[in-house]
């Protein structure tokens, strides 16, 4: 039986009592960004009215103060994916700017020439671009960026089914080819599928490859034990899990983070400059470049305290039972096609109707109350894979409602005959 009191939870998060277009918000948007519960607004709000001060470096009061609370969030963040210490959490504006990180200085650790690196066909844009661009230019020459000549990347990309399901004996023959790194999502933000990531890093590690995993929509939904999956580094977002926007981080194993360049230079990551050399800090500041985001990471911490405050079982439970009901819900309306049909799925169902475009269909049950996303979410090669322009994404957080999935899916009904 679950315990989670919803219109406690709900209580905590006054932008969900609102009105849109005359009608009580619905917001299926989860995936995109969370909402933010009253204890993460005053604990920002808090710092800037009585600790708000640059940290590390100054000996008075206030920067005192503010250091302290600053590495204190880094040790709750660390213990809360069971991190070995808590120099392994490199705060970042987010799960992009970590991945840029990691492309730039672990590529440049292990990448040269003619290697490759292994991604699925199911990634966000910011797990393959940033790669992508990498091997591109380590791969071409003065005379082929002259020439305007683009040569083969050597990004491998994992196949998946019909139904959104990785084909883990083809991981396997890529594997095979010697890349230098795996980089794969722990959740598809478009499709919802839970990847087993455990088993793809014991298969890379076989191999002596080292796997980055995009945790950007699995933090909020499900417990991380970054040693017992033995990732080598898991990257997140906090405003997808009700913290912030512009603050996130990066989990790497202390080997590598030690054996990594800089990624950006000047401010925090320097240890000692000259005209003639400069070395840089330990890690993690290191790799924290420039006044960081103070508040927002104390806002990432109470987040992370509001989450560990539920019963993190019963949380993915509860959300698991609303993906259920939403999808058996929604088959009932005519033509309606779902994308992504995982056995282990979560947080989030993705559908297009026949003969609608899902713009048109968000568009109409905006108007009702309803906020859902649509378009390509940021994964183009998903969408050309299932030949369709986009999809229509309701994604789920624990404040939410199967009363809102019941308004949803008679918004999306009558949408779809509106639109006939």
């Known amino acids: 039986m679950n315990h989670l009191d919803i219109d406690k939870i709900r209580a905590q998060f006054p932008v969900l009592d609102q009105q849109v277009y005359g009608k009580p918000l619905v917001y299926f948007d989860n995936a995109a960004t969370t909402q933010k519960p009253l204890c993460v607004i005053e604990r920002e709000r808090d710092y800037y009215l009585h600790e708000n001060c640059n940290i590390h470096r100054g000996v008075h009061y206030l920067s005192q103060m503010a250091t302290e609370a600053y590495e204190n969030a880094r040790k709750t963040v660390a213990q809360f994916i069971n991190a070995r210490q808590p120099q392994e959490i490199v705060f970042t504006r987010?799960?992009?700017e970590s991945l840029n990180l990691l492309a730039t200085s672990l590529g440049q650790l292990l990448v040269g020439e003619g290697d490759k690196v292994v991604v699925s066909a199911m990634e966000h844009h910011s797990n393959m671009v940033p790669w992508q661009q990498f091997l591109d230019r380590i791969n071409r020459t003065e005379l082929d960026r002259i020439n305007k000549i683009n040569r083969i990347n050597n990004l491998?990309?994992?196949?998946?089914?019909k139904n959104g399901v990785l084909d883990l004996n083809h991981y396997e023959e890529l594997l095979k080819q010697r890349p230098k790194i795996v980089s794969i999502a722990h959740i598809s933000n478009t499709l919802g599928t839970v990847n087993p990531i455990k088993e793809m890093i014991a298969m890379a590690h076989k191999y002596g490859i080292p796997v980055v995993v995009d945790g950007a929509q699995s933090m909020a939904h499900q417990v991380i034990d970054v040693q017992d999956l033995d990732c080598?580094?898991?990257?997140?977002?906090?405003?997808?899990?009700?913290a912030p926007m512009g603050i996130g981080g990066l989990y790497g194993k202390m080997e590598w983070l030690e054996k990594m360049p800089p990624y950006q230079f000047g401010g925090e990551m320097v240890d000692t400059v000259s005209f003639e050399k400069t070395t840089f800090n330990k890690v993690p500041f290191k790799f924290e470049a420039g006044t960081p985001n103070v508040g927002a990471a104390l806002g990432l911490e109470t987040a992370v305290k509001f989450i560990q405050s539920f019963d993190r079982q019963e949380v993915e439970a509860y959300e698991d039972e609303l993906l259920r009901y939403a999808t058996e819900q929604l088959s009932g309306i005519e033509g309606m096609r779902f994308i992504g049909q995982a056995p282990k799925r979560n947080g989030l169902v993705s559908f297009v109707i026949d003969g609608i475009h899902p713009y048109d269909l968000g568009t109409i049950i905006d108007k009702m109350g309803v906020a859902v996303r649509t378009g390509h979410h940021c994964a183009e090669p998903v969408m050309t894979f299932f030949?369709?322009?986009?999809?229509?994404?309701?994604?789920?957080?624990?404040?939410?409602?199967?009363?809102?999935?019941?308004?949803?899916?008679?918004?999306v009904d009558k949408a779809a005959n509106m639109l006939r």
């Open 387 to 411: 030949g369709i322009p986009g999809t229509v994404r309701a994604s789920f957080a624990m404040y939410n409602t199967k009363e809102e999935i019941d308004i949803f899916v008679k918004a």
């Open 94 to 96: 987010g799960t992009t």
């Open 156 to 161: 491998l990309v994992i196949r998946m089914d």
């Open 232 to 242: 080598d580094f898991y990257v997140f977002s906090g405003h997808k899990m009700y």
